[in-house]
Each structure stands twice: as C-alpha cells, then as structure tokens.
C-alpha cells in the first residue's frame, strides 16, 4: 500500500512538471529554442516594426495553425503564424533580400558587309552598278556607252583645253609642231560614288590603235561645278595626265563619303596619220 502511495506521488509531480513545461508561450519576437533577445533563429533579417498583437499564443496542447493570419513556421511542434505589420515591413531588409537580380554577359558581334556603288554618265548613257561582298555585283547599264573623239562633235581644243574650233581648221592646226592641238571627248564623263570602306577611284587605257599608238589624256575635278562657267579655269582643274594600263588614281575616300568626279579627255591631233582608231576605258572604283 505504502509503494502505491509512493508511486501515485511520483506519477502526480511528473504530471504537474509536465504541464507547467506545456504553459502557454509568449511571443516576444525570440525563438523559444534560442538565447534571450537573439531572435528568431530561422529569420535571416530583422523583426523590427512587428507587434505582438501579430501573433497568436497556442498553449503547449494545441496544435494547427492560427486562424487569424497565414500559416508560419513550427516552434517545438506547435505551428505558430504571423503577418506583416504593413507592406513595407516583413522579415529581411526589402533592399538586400527583395530586391534582386541576376546578369549574364556574352560577347556580341556584327559583321557588315563591303558596300560599294558608282553611277556613271556622260554622252547620254548611263551606267549604275552596286557590290555588296564577294563581288556580287548587280548592274544596271542600259550598254549604249562609248566615247567619241571627232572633230565635228567634241571639237578642237588648245593645250590649255580651250575650244579652238569644230569641224574647220587649217594645215598649221596638224603639222606645225608648235600646234598644240588635240581632239576633245564629245562629252564630261561624270562618276557618282559611294561606299561603307575606304575606297580609290582610278581610269585607265592602252590608248587606241592597234598597237595603242593614239594615247588618251585626261583631266578632272571633283564636287559639283558649273563646267560651262569653268571650263577655262586652270586652278578648278587636275593636272593633264595621259592614261595607261596600271590606272591613273583620281582619288581616294573616306568610308561613308560621297564623291562626284568630272572627267574630260582628248587625244593628240597631230601624233598619227588618218584612220579609225579604237580601244577601251575603264573606270574603277575599289575598297582599301
């Protein structure tokens, strides 16, 4: 009898340690499992602005979540929930935690191609071509152009390339030595040009005849000019060159740069004897 009183004591002081162990719990922002003032241990950030009016105290018996706000995190088997006091304020600073992003940099290119284009007229043809890589050229010639030193069309004209006369002319304009007197082109060759590199420019030819003994001179300017207002102007013009098979270099340019270049030409009047003379000339445009 004495050993059940005994262990009805026991059982009794056990019971009693038990639910004083299960009172119910305060929230005061610490986690019951951690030190005084440290915190919930689970949360990385702050508590700062929560109130206790927050959260909901579960005695040690219950079980489940609180039916005033969302479900939180379990504490010793008990689910204890809590909300934020406003939008602005939570667990964690809304600055580091929030506030995020991730980048990703790769390299990037672009490959544009050569871009070149040159229009040429003169003597009422025209001629258009553009190649864009790997010469694919596109064009747009309607194939009637030709070049034409005669008397009667281009005329006679000075060292100087002033206009001496057309159609007529005496013996001194061929055989004296002194003469000086060539047969002018029929008309000013013009070249538009453009491109997205640097680029040159350059004219060349045999001369005519069969064994090229009738050479071809030149002479140029560049921009937009009044050629009727300039045609004696010396200063508005290049340098006379004769022509050969390497290319006369008219000029050079800029990538993106526009270019207009006038070209006159002639042939020497008194270099061979009578007779047709034919031949070709090339006009280049190039990338650099």
């Known amino acids: 009898m004495k050993k059940l009183t005994i262990l009805g004591l026991l059982v009794a002081f056990v019971l009693t340690f038990s639910l004083g162990a299960m009172a119910g719990v305060e929230n005061t922002g610490d986690d019951p499992l951690g030190e005084e003032g440290e915190g919930w241990i689970i949360n990385e950030g702050s508590l700062e602005g929560w109130e206790d009016s927050n959260f909901e105290t579960l005695n ?30 939570g667990k964690g600073d ?55 030193f005669d008397t009667n069309y281009g ?4 060292g100087n390339w002033n206009f001496v006369d057309s159609g007529d002319f005496s013996p001194e304009d061929i055989v004296d030595e002194d003469a000086d007197r060539y047969i002018q082109g029929c008309d000013i060759f013009t070249a538009n040009l453009f491109a997205n590199v ?23 300017t560049q ?36 270019a207009q270049i006038n070209m006159q030409f002639r042939v020497p009047f008194d270099e061979v004897a009578a007779g047709v003379y034919e031949g070709d000339v090339t006009f280049s445009m190039y990338s650099m």
Not at 96 to 101: G, K, L, T, V, Y
Not at 229 to 258: K, M, P, R, Y
Request: contains cysteine.
């Open 198 to 220: 640097p680029y040159g420019f350059d004219v060349s030819s045999e001369g005519l005849g069969a064994e090229n003994e009738l050479p071809i001179q030149m002479r140029t």
């Open 223 to 258: 921009g937009e000019i009044d050629i009727a207002e300039n045609n004696n102007d010396i200063d508005a013009w290049s340098d006379t060159e004769t022509l050969d098979a390497d290319g006369n270099q008219v000029g050079t340019f800029d990538a993106l740069e526009e």
């Open 155 to 158: 005329g006679v004209v000075d």
């Open 60 to 89: 040690g018996s219950e079980m489940g979540t609180s039916e005033e706000v969302g479900t939180g995190i379990t504490v010793e088997g008990i689910k204890v929930a809590w909300d934020a006091p406003s939008p602005e304020e």
């Open 94 to 148: 809304p600055v580091e935690d929030w506030d995020q992003e991730i980048n990703y940099t790769i390299p990037a290119y672009a490959e544009i191609p050569c871009y070149l284009e040159m229009n040429l007229f003169g003597n009422g043809a025209y001629y258009n071509a553009t190649n864009v890589g790997d010469n694919n050229i596109k064009d747009e010639t309607n194939n009637n152009h030709w070049m034409l």
